[in-house]
């Protein structure tokens, strides 16, 4: 098929700005606002059915957003009603409760004034032409009041349960229209843009495919007739609006979808799903014919001739298309043994890529309509960073991207099971997260995105680039060669709701598709055999670059120096996160490398071998391989072409150095990793090596610190950060303790971070048994120690491995937190991280004597040796909790020292060493021969 045409400066013609957009994106400014508030302005009338919202006297439609050149920041509130399934958001989040308050907090706190909403259908029209209107009334002019201007879906997800199949239901197309007529006549006067329904891709997939929703139906059989009643449903409604308000502007907003492969037999199947994704809009606007590439799949699946000509006869078109992009919008294909499966992609073209593509095909000004990301506080926060910067990107060559809307406003409830169940979970994605107290009420707290994006709506088109002019996309050639009926690969009929991980087997093509060059070819291209040249001559030198990082720590294991560094180097840096192998594999099963998108820039490449790989003098080279085919893999947008090399685990420097270009190399020693239990014993000679070649090293304390700079001049050492609003919700009343923490004894002494030999775990043992009325609880995952060593006592509970998500639960539960590290070698030069985060949590801290715990926090750390002596110190704590200076001292001293402080002062000390005419780098590495490398592979063993 045709290929989407790219838009470059050759396919794409500048014209005016003004008048160059259709529609009335509105936004309301001074003077409306100020007309719609008074009581002269807004008028209420009463009527057989409720109220009536009269027109405001002498007011005008305020300017479009295309005249004004003015960007649309704004929030939505999560509005899914589905009373088939008792499926009510607005209950569940009890927005229906503090409405009022979600209302001003987006006004007064965010700033924005414009909020995607939705009037819930199934409780005004109660039945079929019988409206009820006084809810409505009251928010819609409560909003007004604000200057809020809504952007009112029609019909979000769900009807009324008199259309008894829902949106498969006969009757659907027709009551949307009508609900739409009195919807739009009623508030026409205060709401000037409507989306007629929501994510029609979503709502016939979810509801016609997947079975999810009523009417239930599975599979493409029951999707076909689905999504031919919702786009009629759509294409109905939009007609409604500009009937009754022909002024109004219609924006479409529909979940945004990208699919990759590097599998070539899958070519065609990404192609029908990248088809497919533009299908509702086809048929929409009319441009779905027999030479449509999959008028054979639809067909062939249930649409019928008559439903098609319907749509070419009747064909409507929206003012602005919404995307709605999300992390997992994106995804790749993959052949299992059964079948097709999808995952996330881990090199996403973005929402720059994906926008492009849409407005090559529809040539319509867009906004982003929802965007959020789930997991830790900073995914969010990067991923705000990216989707604006796209914007900003788009906007600078033209491509009208008119608005960005963070959705949800509050969190949301229960949507990792499609709204199928009801357990009450909370997913963290709002700008204000749901915190559930005693009595039952979801308190909103402000999360750190808050501020971030007030910032941004501040600073309105400065946060996002003007948009001076508006590149129109060159003719397409539409549309291709059919598609075919069968995924080629597929056992099934329809094989894309599982997933299953990655398998990199060979380089991708910059396109995502079937590779252009061989494994050895893309080799080559990354480094030449022999010694590699390091010399700088690229643009992106001290700019956006990649960084690949060798590490001894998984990402996933605990949450430790490596990823609080690297998660904030990911704001600006993309990351290639290269662990060591996994030696899982069956004997004979073929070696690979399993790539997983952890978090927004930050991918980890995971090595699987088999078992005999340990000895296998090959594995070397195909480490190497793998991690060229990962760089590969990630250097579609040209950022790794001279990643930055970023090494943990002095063995990774073996089989790496000299065989991969890089713009500069940096050492981070968090460890004395030579003093820990089970190191390899060539690991002070590659550490050397590394050091030889290193532009800077940071060490993870200050007597490591002292130590290296006897073998290298730029050593820095940085010890630890604090995400102070993360851990300091163990002071917070409101905070949950875990059930499995709970019941324990008070008071109770509380340690977290990994059990392993630097652990006193004797002396602990040894205070259970003198204080039979604490409780000691341990939270940590147990390595490099036989678990059965460790002491037991009644009073004494080792809880392993917990989620650093969890961490101040936990700690709410504790009375005195430890630091009951062994005095040993290990030890000698740890700066351990959990200091700062137990300052945050406001409670006293013992520990033992490490030196920089020492040199560092004598007058807040509580230092004793032995069992009597840190007993005695816990009872000093407790007898002083309340009134406690060295508590307050660690509070003032957690809030000083945030882990983005320590990123930026490293970002400054690289560039500047990567900036040095001498820097270390520069000088071409000869690589290690097989000789000289240790083929007996022994894992870096760390903390």
């Known amino acids: 098929m045709a290929r989407v045409p790219r838009l470059t400066s050759a396919s794409v013609r500048p014209r005016p700005l003004i008048g160059s957009i259709r529609g009335n994106l509105c936004k309301i400014n001074h003077s409306s606002v100020a007309a719609i508030a008074t009581p002269e302005g807004l008028r209420m009338s009463s009527t057989a059915t409720g109220f009536q919202i009269a027109s405001p006297r002498n007011v005008t439609k305020p300017p479009t957003a295309a005249a004004s050149k003015t960007f649309i920041w704004g929030a939505g509130i999560e509005c899914s009603f589905i009373p088939h399934l008792e499926v009510d958001q607005f209950e569940w989040t009890q927005h229906n409760r503090f409405w009022k308050e979600d209302f ?23 039945q079929p032409g019988r409206f009820n209107w006084s809810a409505a009334d009251e928010r819609v002019a409560f909003a007004a009041e604000l200057g809020l201007e809504l952007y009112l879906d029609v019909m979000h997800f769900g009807t009324p349960t008199w259309l008894r199949q829902a949106a498969g239901d006969p009757e659907f197309p027709e009551s949307l229209e009508r609900f739409t007529t009195a919807l739009v006549e009623r508030y026409r006067s205060v709401i000037h843009t409507w989306s007629p329904c929501n994510e029609p891709l979503i709502l016939a997939l979810f509801s016609g495919d997947f079975g999810f929703w009523p009417p239930h139906s599975r599979k493409w059989r029951g999707y076909m007739p689905l999504l031919s009643r919702v786009v009629q449903a759509t294409s109905r409604a939009i007609r409604a609006i500009r009937r009754a308000d022909p002024q109004a502007t219609v924006l479409l907003c529909d979940n945004v979808e990208n699919f990759k492969t590097r599998d070539p037999l899958l070519s065609a199947e990404v192609d029908r799903r990248n088809m497919r994704r533009f299908l509702a809009m086809d048929l929409l606007t009319g441009r779905f014919g027999s030479d449509h590439p999959l008028h054979q799949w639809v067909t062939a699946y249930g649409m019928s001739e008559i439903d098609l000509e319907w749509f070419r006869t009747h064909p409507q078109r929206p003012d602005v298309l919404g995307l709605d992009y999300y992390p997992n919008s994106e995804w790749q294909l993959e052949r299992t043994a059964d079948g097709i499966r999808q995952r996330r992609a881990d090199t996403p073209v973005g929402l720059y890529g994906a926008a492009k593509a849409y407005y090559s095909r529809f040539a319509l000004p867009m906004m982003l309509t929802e965007t959020s990301a789930d997991g830790q506080s900073i995914n969010r926060e990067i991923w705000l960073d990216q989707v604006v910067e796209d914007c900003n990107r788009l906007r600078s060559e033209g491509l009208p991207m008119l608005g ?19 357990i009450g979970k909370v997913h963290e994605v709002g700008l204000y997260n749901l915190r559930r107290q005693p009595d039952g009420t979801l308190k909103r707290s402000a999360s750190p995105l808050v501020e971030q994006y007030r910032l941004l709506v501040a600073g309105g088109d400065d946060s996002v680039g003007t948009l001076d002019f508006i590149s129109e996309p060159s003719d397409e050639a539409d549309q291709g060669p059919p598609i075919g009926i069968e995924p080629p690969m597929s056992k099934t009929e329809n094989a894309e709701t599982s997933t299953r991980t990655s398998r990199v087997a060979s380089p991708p093509a910059r396109n995502g598709n079937a590779p252009s060059t061989t494994p050895q070819e893309v080799a080559a291209s990354v480094a030449p055999a022999g010694a590699v040249s390091n010399a700088l001559g690229d643009t992106k030198a001290f700019d956006k670059y ?7 720590l998984r990402w996933g294991f605990v949450w430790q120096r490596p990823q609080q560094f690297l998660s904030r180097f990911a704001r600006k840096h993309r990351i290639l996160f290269v662990e060591e192998p996994f030696f899982d594999l069956r004997e004979g099963e073929e070696p690979r490398v399993e790539l997983h998108k952890v978090m927004p820039n930050v991918t980890v490449a995971a090595p699987h071998v088999a078992p005999s790989w340990n000895r296998n003098p090959k594995l070397p080279q195909i480490l190497r391989e793998f991690t060229k085919q990962s760089i590969a893999a990630m250097n579609e947008r040209g950022d790794f072409d001279r990643p930055l090399l970023w090494y943990y685990s002095p063995m990774d420097s073996a089989w790496s150095l000299g065989h991969f270009q890089n713009r500069g190399i940096v050492y981070d020693c968090m460890d004395e990793l030579s003093q820990f239990t089970g190191a390899p014993m060539a690991l002070v000679e590659n550490e050397a090596r590394l050091m030889t070649v290193a532009d800077v090293v940071f060490t993870g304390g200050y007597e490591l610190g002292e130590k290296k700079s006897k073998q290298h001049p730029n050593v820095h ?5 604090v995400d102070y609003g993360h851990f300091s919700k163990a002071s917070d009343a409101t905070t949950a303790v875990p059930p499995d923490i709970d019941f324990m004894a008070k008071p109770v002494i509380g340690w977290f971070g990994v059990v ?18 604490w409780s000691f609880a341990m939270v940590g995952p147990v390595v490099k120690v036989d678990p059965n060593t460790l002491p037991h006592a009644p009073n004494l509970f080792w809880l392993g491995g917990r989620d650093y998500q969890q961490l101040p639960n936990y700690c709410r539960a504790f009375d005195v937190n430890m630091m009951c590290f062994a005095i040993n070698a290990a030890t000698q030069f740890i700066n351990p991280t959990k200091g700062l985060e137990y300052m945050a949590t406001g409670k006293p801290i013992v520990g033992t004597g490490v030196r920089d715990v020492v040199r560092q926090w004598s007058d807040i750390v509580r230092i004793a040796s032995g069992a009597s002596e840190f007993v005695a110190a816990i009872e000093d704590a407790l007898r002083s909790r309340g009134n406690d200076p060295r508590v307050q001292r660690g509070l003032e001293l957690a809030k000083q020292c945030s882990w983005e402080q320590t990123v930026a002062n490293m970002q400054g000390l690289i560039r500047d060493a990567l900036a040095a005419d001498d820097r270390r780098s520069a000088t071409p590495v000869a690589p290690l021969n097989e000789a000289e490398l240790e083929f007996s592979y022994v894992a870096t063993q760390g903390s």
Request: aromatic content about 12%.
């Open 104 to 126: 001003r907090r987006a006004r007064d706190e965010v700033g924005v004034s414009a909020l995607r909403y939705a009037l819930p259908w199934h409780e005004i029209e109660v």
């Open 756 to 773: 392993d030999e630097r652990v006193d775990y004797a002396m602990v043992g040894e205070m259970a048994r003198m204080r039979p009325n």
């Open 717 to 721: 050492p940085f010890g630890c950060g």
């Open 404 to 422: 960005c809307f963070w959705w949800p406003l509050i969190d949301q409830l229960d949507w990792d099971g499609a709204l199928t169940h009801r």
């Open 546 to 552: 990649g960084i690949v990082v060798f590490s001894h």
